[in-house]
């Protein structure tokens, strides 16, 4: 609830749609060359699977970038920090990427060194 007192809804959801549209720009391409290196694993000895491996990089990468433009546009100011981080996902032994959102620590800016 403290969250929803600092950030606007309608922040909160562009920051959100924001990151799901890179997520929609990147995925199907993804899951294409997913697909692909699957089908040619045996063949490649498993090589195939390193676009997806690369593509998957650098979508967390972007996500990453996203993110970090977004703490400097908004969220910093309001004393928040947003970042992507990997967890074991609570159903199966998978890990998944989920967004943190952690408050900043306030800084006593008036207390002499």
């Not at 199907?28 to 699977?49: A, D, H, R």
């Not at 967390?60 to 908004?74: A, P, T």
Request: positive net charge; contains cysteine; hydrophobic residues 40%.
């Amino acid at each position: 609830s403290a969250l929803l007192l600092q950030v606007a809804p309608e922040e909160f959801k562009t920051s959100i749609s924001r990151v799901n549209a890179c997520l929609r720009k990147n995925l199907p391409v993804n899951v294409k060359w997913l697909l692909c290196g699957c089908l040619c694993c045996c063949c490649t000895l498993g090589c195939s699977l390193w676009p997806v491996v690369c593509l998957n990089k650098r979508t967390r990468r972007s996500i990453q970038k996203l993110l970090e433009w977004e703490n400097n546009r908004l969220y910093h100011k309001l004393g928040l920090h947003w970042k992507l981080s990997k967890r074991k996902c609570e159903t199966s032994n998978m890990m998944e990427y989920v967004i943190l959102i952690e408050f900043l620590p306030k800084y006593p800016i008036f207390r002499p060194d």
